[in-house]
Structures are given as structure tokens and as C-alpha cells.
């Protein structure tokens, strides 16, 4: 507002008291929200190690698959804010940068040098036709085929080489459903409002998909409508951040209320826990004081490339380990991979993120409060 001096003022500042607020906590690039994926993804890692290793502690998997439910949360929250500051086409250029590169070497290495070497071990056979055919069929981001022919005949879980890939999919596709939405001058001007409806929506959707459906949604799988509520509770913790107090008490009791939700029902959980989860990795995020990952992000490569390094190590005996040394040691094999990833091809990429300007299809925007 403008007072009768004709100074701005910005009545939130005037008595200088810390922000609290998500937003504020958050701090900009200053918080632990890497760290927090880098956490979330070596949970995906104990988790996978169940069925990997061949141990019998299904529970585990259920925690992993709330890591990837974290993944989209946080992803949401980050896009929102991207979306908002970037024009169209740069927004696409930047996912497409971020998502592509890495994934597509990964694939490449799987079926280049981690199938070959599975191919020397006693049972297995490596069929370079069929690890072409892999590259081909899933380079479009959309797993077509999961296995290379005559490899991982052997291990617990066989045949299939990097089932961690599947998301991926379902991430960009809600990206473009971020910058359409965000797109459309009504949304972007009472999305404060409009976001967190879609939210709930896509909660409830999600949860009609086990009998409750109150908008007949068959066309989007259980899958899609998971991930989206996920996805799209992030997006409206960033619309309403300025106006929700960051407490860590709040989030020990929210993240009691998705442990709770989760153990007594999916569909519920689907429904009710997106936005109590986002709330706990927000305030997680905005007050640990850890900035691991900060300047290197290599959470996305531990991500994409820990399945096949679980699966080399279930071919080498890992069962051997117990599952949460199969676990630890298939994280420590994980890292260095990730970091390669992180220098040598997921960063180099972002730099190609100047060649579209951030100003190109921008629509005017002025920020809300809760911003």
C-alpha cells in the first residue's frame, strides 16, 4: 500500500518480524528441499531392496511408494513456482532439459554396459538386438519395454531392468498440465483459490477410483490420479504458502495423520494425506538446517539408477546382505553413478536453458500475498 508520504510499504515488513509462513521458512534456494529428495530417494532404495533381494518385509514397499508420492508433492511445489516465473516455452525447454538428457543415458547404460555384464554371469545371456529394441522402445519416456531378452532370468526379481523409470511419464505429463493450467489468465489470477480446489479434486478422483467417485473419471488411471493429487497439493502449498504458518509441532501432528491415514486405508490415504504430506516436507524443508545436495542435485540419478544397481547386486548374492544391508551397500554403488550423472549430463544439460528466455509467451502476472 502507499501511504500519505507516497513511500510504498509492504504492511507484512513494517514491524520486521521473521516471516513464518511456508514461504517464508523456505527462504528462496536457501533450504533442505534437496536434501529432502536425496532422503526420499534412498527410501525408494529400502524399499526396492524388498522385492530386489528377495526379502520378506512387504511393509517396506509401502514407505517407498509414500517417497514417490513425496517426489511429486515437492515437484508440484517447485513447478508452480517455475511456472509463474517463466514463460511457456522456456518452462518446457527447462523440464524437457531436466527429465530427458539423464534418462536417456541411463537407458543407454543400462543396455550397453549393465546388460552386458549381467550377460556373463552363470544362467544369463546378453541378446545386443534385444538392448537395442530396449533404447527404442522406451525413448519417448513411456516404458514399453521393461526387460532385455535372456537377462536377469536369475535374480528374485526377474526380467525387468529399471521398473524406478515408470514415473517418469506421469512427472512430465503433469508438468504440461502445470503450464497449461497456468497458462489461462483466470487460473494464474486467483490461483491462490483455484489450485488448491483442483487439489482436493484430484484427491478425491483418486480415492473414487476404490468405489467413491464423484466425477467419473474412468478415462485416468489409479496411477494418474495418485500421482496428480500428489502433484497438485504441491502446487497449492506454493499458492497458499504465504498464509500457512510453518510449525513443526503442526507437522508432527500431520505426519502422525499420514502415517495413521496410510496403515489404515490406501483410499483414504489417496484422498485426505497430499496436502498434510506437503505440509510436513514444506516445514522439513524450510527448517532443517541441512544444505546437502544444495549445489549438486544427484537426487534425480540415485533415483533412475538405483534399480539396476540393485538388480547387479541380487545377481552377485546381495541376498546374503539382509535387506537393509542389501540396501546400504546398493546406495553406496548408487551415489557415484548419481554424481556422474549429475556432472556430466544433467548439469551440462541445464546450461542449454539460456538458449529460450524465460521472457518468451509470458503472460503478465503480479504476485499475491500468499507468494
Known amino acids: 500500500m502507499t501511504s500519505t508520504t507516497g513511500i ?14 511456508l514461504s517464508g521458512a523456505l527462504g528462496g534456494h536457501d533450504n533442505a528441499l534437496n536434501f529432502l529428495r536425496l532422503i526420499l530417494a534412498t527410501t525408494v532404495i529400502l524399499g526396492h531392496s524388498v522385492p530386489l533381494g528377495g526379502f520378506p518385509y512387504p511393509w517396506l514397499e509401502t514407505w517407498a511408494d509414500s517417497a514417490v508420492d513425496g517426489f511429486f508433492v515437492l515437484s508440484g511445489f517447485l513447478i508452480a513456482g517455475s511456472r509463474m516465473r517463466l ?34 554371469y552363470p544362467g544369463e545371456e546378453y541378446i545386443r538386438q534385444s538392448a537395442i529394441e530396449y533404447v527404442v522402445a522406451n525413448g519417448g519416456l513411456q516404458i514399453h519395454q521393461w526387460g532385455i531378452d535372456n537377462t536377469l532370468e536369475t535374480v528374485p526379481f526377474p526380467y525387468e531392468w529399471n521398473s524406478s523409470l515408470w514415473t517418469l511419464i506421469y512427472e512430465f505429463r503433469a508438468y504440461l498440465l502445470a503450464a497449461v493450467l497456468l497458462w489461462l489468465p483466470p487460473i494464474r489470477k486467483y490461483a491462490a483459490f483455484i489450485v488448491p480446489v483442483l487439489a482436493v479434486a484430484a484427491g478425491v478422483a483418486a480415492l473414487g477410483e476404490w468405489g467413491y467417485d ?9 496411477d494418474a490420479k495418485r500421482f ?3 502433484f497438485a497439493a504441491g502446487m497449492a502449498l506454493y499458492f497458499l504458502g504465504g498464509w500457512i504458518r510453518s510449525s513443526l509441532v503442526a507437522a508432527g501432528i500431520a505426519g502422525v495423520a499420514v502415517v495413521a491415514i496410510r496403515i489404515a486405508s490406501y483410499p483414504w490415504y489417496l484422498g485426505v494425506a497430499p496436502l498434510l504430506l506437503g505440509y510436513v516436507l514444506l516445514v522439513l524443508g524450510g527448517r532443517l538446517p541441512v544444505r546437502l545436495g544444495a549445489r549438486n542435485d544427484i537426487s534425480y540419478g540415485v533415483y533412475i539408477y538405483a534399480f539396476p544397481v540393485q538388480q547387479m547386486l541380487a545377481l552377485s548374492g546381495g541376498h546374503a546382505l539382509g535387506v537393509l544391508g542389501f540396501a546400504a551397500v546398493s546406495t553406496v554403488l548408487t551415489v557415484p553413478l548419481a554424481w556422474v550423472s549429475w556432472k556430466l549430463v544433467e548439469e551440462p544439460a541445464m546450461k542449454l536453458r539460456r538458449l529460450v528466455p524465460a521472457h518468451l509467451f509470458k503472460r503478465k502476472y503480479v504476485p499475491r500475498r500468499s507468494e
Open 228 to 230: 496428480f493429487a500428489f
Open 214 to 222: 464423484m466425477f467419473g473419471t474412468p478415462w485416468l488411471d489409479l
Open 87 to 120: 514463460g511457456l516455452l522456456a518452462f518446457l525447454w527447462r523440464r524437457v532439459l531436466r527429465i530427458m538428457p539423464g534418462f536417456w543415458v541411463c537407458i543407454v547404460v543400462v543396455a550397453f554396459v549393465f546388460a552386458p555384464l549381467a550377460g556373463r
Open 8 to 21: 510504498d510499504h509492504d504492511p507484512n515488513q513494517a514491524l520486521d518480524k521473521p516471516d513464518t509462513s
